[in-house]
């Protein structure tokens, strides 16, 4: 059992039960994961990730993109609900990714923690990121990325997250170490609770995407 799938298991199994706007979770609060490189290949292997759109998703972010229509131009219809614009949202503060990038890659600093914060608060906003601080260090020649995620969907969000942090971590010129979440909030939702089991169980799985106001 990799891993995320162990995440899985233990909100299956010892998770709460919650109502909010999207519909009923079970849930675990601050729990941790720490994905070294070959628990990122295990999970990119066996699980659905959409690679290409995630990518896309990714670069769109970076470039500052906020027009929904963008997106749906590259596949990605996720966002849809949001409206025409995406406010205060991934790629508002995405976009400052590719100057602190260069940066790290100038300075390679292992004594400095570089910090990429998302989500100011006191502002509107349709989405608000669930990720909500990535952070870069570098030891012993080698990259460690730390991120700390305030909520995080299980079933969908989380593996995209990390994948996310992948993509991110293989511009820094730096050997990748490992990738550590921290989750405020960690859940699954009750519709995807049997895909969720589908999947532990080695079959193939379909989960249903949530939104809310």
Known sequence: ????????????????????????ITYLLNQSLELKPIDLLELFEGHPLVKKKLKDELN??????????AYRSIGVNWWDYCGPILVN???????QLPKLIDKINREKRPSKNYVLFLGSTNTESNQQPCLSLVQFQIENNK????AYQRSSDASLGL????YHLYLISKQINVQLKSI???????H???????????L??????TFTLNVGA
């Open 200 to 205: 532990l169980d080695g079959k193939p799985a």
């Open 159 to 162: 593996p995209c997250d990390i």
């Open 1 to 24: 059992m990799n891993k995320y799938h162990e995440i899985l298991t233990k909100i299956v199994k010892k998770g709460k039960r919650q109502e909010n706007k999207k519909g009923a």
């Open 89 to 95: 949202s991934y790629p508002t503060y995405f976009e």
């Open 143 to 146: 990259l460690v990325v730390t």
């Open 180 to 186: 550590t979440l921290y989750l405020g909030n960690v």
């Open 60 to 69: 769109l972010f970076m470039s500052g993109e906020r027009s929904t229509e």
């Open 188 to 198: 699954i939702y009750e519709n995807n609770l049997e895909a969720t089991n589908q």
